[in-house]
Antibody, heavy 118, light 109 residues
Framework: DVQLVESGGGLVKAGGSLRLSCAAS????????MNWIRQAPGKGLEWVGR??????????YYAAVVKGRFTISRDDSQNTLYLQMHNLETEDTAVYYC?????????WGQGTLVSVSS | QTVVTQEPSFSVSPGGTVTLTCGLS?????????PTWCQQSPGQAPRTLVH???IRSSGVPDRFSGSILGNKAALTITGARADDESDYYC?????????FGGGTRLTVL
């Protein structure tokens, strides 16, 4: 079964940094595009960014609101996706999900909560 | 600024059929936007119902179907059930960027 397990969330002060991880299993990780999506408390879903496969140069794309502050990377040897977040703002407070499509089905993790205090 | 539009709310009777739509400001939605629909039930993580316009994820009943209707993407739910009461989000790929709509809260009553 496909599993995505996020970790690394927590409480951080504005201006601080945090790194999230997403441990993947049950599929060929190195063949999958991986996304980070977030949801602020009581709000809708917001796409954060995507990383393509190593064969595609691990090209990354970001939402404008996080570009230059967030970096997505992957370690195919560890089947793990990362989201490095710098210069965090209170507006970055959200549950962060890693999301992918495998064999024509979409999969989400359970999410990890990031709280940024002022 | 590009905005993905969805109805804020919709209601359907049990057993009824409802079509939720997903539009784009300043443009028509097409299959090249790879429309994806996600469902989020209260207190739960979202799940992907349909991607690439009309491909259902594993385990999603065929009561849920995606399509392009006119200039919008659409999610049609037939035989609505009480447990379909959820928030439904569409997301479109615009170039290399993805953009979510604000979501539709579906009430079944």
């Amino acid at each position: 079964d496909v599993q995505l397990v996020e970790s690394g969330g927590g409480l951080v002060k504005a201006g601080g940094s945090l790194r999230l991880s997403c441990a993947a299993s049950g599929f060929t990780f190195n063949n999958a595009w991986m996304n980070w999506i977030r949801q602020a408390p009581g709000k809708g879903l917001e796409w954060v960014g995507r990383i393509k496969t190593k064969a595609e140069g691990e090209t990354t794309y970001y939402a404008a609101v996080v570009k230059g502050r967030f970096t997505i990377s992957r370690d195919d040897s560890q089947n793990t996706l990362y989201l490095q977040m710098h210069n965090l703002e209170t507006e970055d407070t959200a549950v962060y999900y890693c999301v992918t499509v495998v064999d024509s089905s979409g999969y989400w993790g359970q999410g990890t909560l990031v709280s940024v205090s002022s | 600024q590009t905005v993905v539009t969805q109805e804020p709310s919709f209601s359907v009777s049990p057993g009824g059929t409802v079509t939720l739509t997903c539009g784009l400001s300043f443009d028509s939605v097409s299959t090249s936007h790879y429309p994806t629909w996600c469902q989020q039930s209260p207190g739960q993580a979202p799940r992907t119902l349909v991607h690439t316009t009309n491909i259902r994820s594993s385990g999603v009943p065929d009561r849920f179907s995606g399509s392009i209707l006119g200039n919008k993407a659409a999610l049609t739910i037939t035989g609505a059930r009480a447990d379909d009461e959820s928030d439904y989000y569409c997301v479109l790929m615009i170039g290399d960027i993805s953009l979510f709509g604000g979501g539709t809260r579906l009430t079944v009553l």
